[in-house]
């Protein structure tokens, strides 16, 4: 599983010529109405288990929680199921939230 910091995310997602990667909140539903990324999906890291199968194999999946340790397994677990193209979203939202973007809501 690659690491990516919230910069070079940021980057990714900015980039015209890169098709921009699905990105997974493994966090509770709380938690995402609290704070998101825009265009994530909500997927809490207990239903990772059945619903998987939702996910393309194939994709480039970026897992997102709050620190990064949540969206780490659920990481570990799409891979061991057949998933290729897995980031770590490093520091979750609170360090997106610190580093590039100071306006989103902290908790």
């Not at 010529?17 to 493994?26: A, C, G, H, K, Y």
């Not at 979203?89 to 989103?104: K, N, S, T």
Request: glycine fraction near 6%; aromatic fraction near 8%; include cysteine.
């Amino acid at each position: 599983m690659r690491q990516i910091s919230p910069q070079q995310l940021q980057e990714w997602l900015a980039d015209p010529q890169r098709e921009n990667p699905l990105l997974v909140d493994v966090r509770e539903p709380w938690e995402f109405d609290t704070c998101r990324i825009a265009g994530a999906l909500s997927m809490p890291l207990r239903n990772i288990p059945a619903r998987h199968q939702e996910l393309s194999k194939d994709a480039a999946i970026v897992v997102i929680c709050h620190h990064g340790a949540r969206s780490f397994q659920a990481g570990m677990f799409l891979e061991q199921n057949g998933f290729a193209h897995i980031t770590n979203l490093e520091g979750g939202v609170d360090a997106w939230a610190r580093q590039v973007d100071p306006a989103m809501a902290t908790y």
